[in-house]
């Protein structure tokens, strides 16, 4: 990373593209010891900043978020549902393929930083015998997989597809 932005200071011609996104993301189950959380699929939105190393290579800076709702469900029965957000803050790389084509470029992006789960209201758990609140933030390291292509309309304006695959990482003892 330091010597990326090292290369940064010392080029003549920089190139920057900047970019929101809106899209959905296909959420899955969480399988735990003791029960199963299922996370809707939800509309997901963001940016994106990318400064150019090279010519087809760049630092990506990345948000992404996702506004959901989560069942919980144990050998006990179901819970409410509550509302959770899930925030990507992302670095990483992206690089182009080049082609021979400047309207259609196709790229590949490998990014790793912190993702946030944020519960909006606590949550009360109650199994017969014990009952447990949880509320709050919880951060996890993730990396990023994306893949797609940049359609350029004009110099200065495109349209980038993509998919992203985000993987969280949660570590237990």
């Given at each position: 990373m330091a010597a990326g932005l090292m290369l940064l200071s010392t080029s003549q011609a920089q190139k920057a593209e900047i970019g929101g996104f809106y899209g959905i993301a296909f959420n899955s189950k969480i399988r735990t010891y003791y029960g199963e959380y299922k996370i809707d699929d939800r509309a997901n939105y963001g940016g994106q900043l990318d400064i150019a190393l090279a010519p087809e290579t760049f630092v990506e800076l990345l948000y992404n978020r996702t506004d959901t709702r989560v069942q919980y469900r144990d050998r006990f029965g179901t819970s409410n549902p509550f509302d959770l957000s899930i925030e990507?803050?992302?670095?990483?790389?992206?690089?182009?393929?080049?082609?021979?084509?400047?309207?259609?470029?196709?790229?590949?992006?490998?990014?790793?930083?912190a993702t946030r789960f944020n519960i909006?209201?606590?949550?009360?758990?109650?199994?017969?015998?014990?009952?447990?609140t949880i509320s709050g933030?919880?951060?996890?390291?993730?990396?990023?997989?994306?893949?797609?292509?940049?359609?350029?309309?004009?110099?200065?304006?495109?349209?980038?597809?993509?998919?992203?695959l985000g993987m969280p990482m949660l570590f237990n003892g």
């Amino acid at each position: 990373m330091a010597a990326g932005l090292m290369l940064l200071s010392t080029s003549q011609a920089q190139k920057a593209e900047i970019g929101g996104f809106y899209g959905i993301a296909f959420n899955s189950k969480i399988r735990t010891y003791y029960g199963e959380y299922k996370i809707d699929d939800r509309a997901n939105y963001g940016g994106q900043l990318d400064i150019a190393l090279a010519p087809e290579t760049f630092v990506e800076l990345l948000y992404n978020r996702t506004d959901t709702r989560v069942q919980y469900r144990d050998r006990f029965g179901t819970s409410n549902p509550f509302d959770l957000s899930i925030e990507y803050y992302h670095v990483g790389g992206l690089q182009e393929l080049d082609l021979g084509s400047d309207k259609l470029v196709p790229f590949g992006v490998f990014t790793l930083g912190a993702t946030r789960f944020n519960i909006k209201d606590p949550v009360e758990f109650d199994d017969g015998n014990t009952s447990q609140t949880i509320s709050g933030d919880t951060f996890a390291f993730s990396i990023a997989l994306a893949g797609g292509a940049k359609i350029n309309l004009a110099e200065r304006i495109g349209i980038r597809l993509q998919a992203r695959l985000g993987m969280p990482m949660l570590f237990n003892g």
